[in-house]
């Protein structure tokens, strides 16, 4: 895990995270979160103003880092289905260094609180919109084949959540450590070799055959 941060505001968000992720939006106690981060509760109100901005402000900052991830990856200038498997290796990359976000998603599927769907409305939409263009303009193209791209985006973060989320029931099931680089390497070979026969058109030498 990395280091705690300095400044105030971002102590508070990293204790944040790993509250909420460990409790829950309702029993989270903004007492417990600005005393781990070894300042008092006003300071945190100062910051926040209310457990319900703590709450936004920290999956703010978990939309935001997402969208840097994935930036880097399509800023590459990569098409067809290297650009897929560059997409992928982001969303891996993300969600093996955001696992608190991960468990926070799931409770929020689970509970059904509404809390995220704000703001994933607002800050992930662009992200799905582009994503699905791309998709479109490749296919169009003939780089990808033709399925339906929203399903496409659907089908790979499912597939990218539930490997994380599910960590320690799978580390149970399979006695193995699915966090270790090398078995998070397998589970990538593995999803984008499954979705390169999905979307990867055959090579023009394979379908004259």
Known sequence: MAAAPESS????LYEARAEFARSGF???????IAGRAGLSHPTLLYHFG???????AVIEQAVSDWAATTSRAVSTGLSGFDQVAALI?????FFATHREFVVIVRREAIEGGG???QAIADHMRPFLDRAVDFLRREMDAGRLRRHDPVEVMQLCYSALLTYFSDARFRSRLLQE????????AQFRDALTGILRAALEPPHPLDAAR
């Open 89 to 93: 290796d982001a969303g891996i990359e």
């Open 26 to 32: 309702a029993r989270a106690r903004l007492q417990d």
């Open 177 to 184: 450590d699915p966090l270790d680089p090398s078995a998070r």
């Open 115 to 117: 809390r995220l769907e």
């Open 9 to 12: 505001r971002a102590r508070i």
């Open 50 to 56: 209310s457990k319900e901005g703590l709450y936004a």
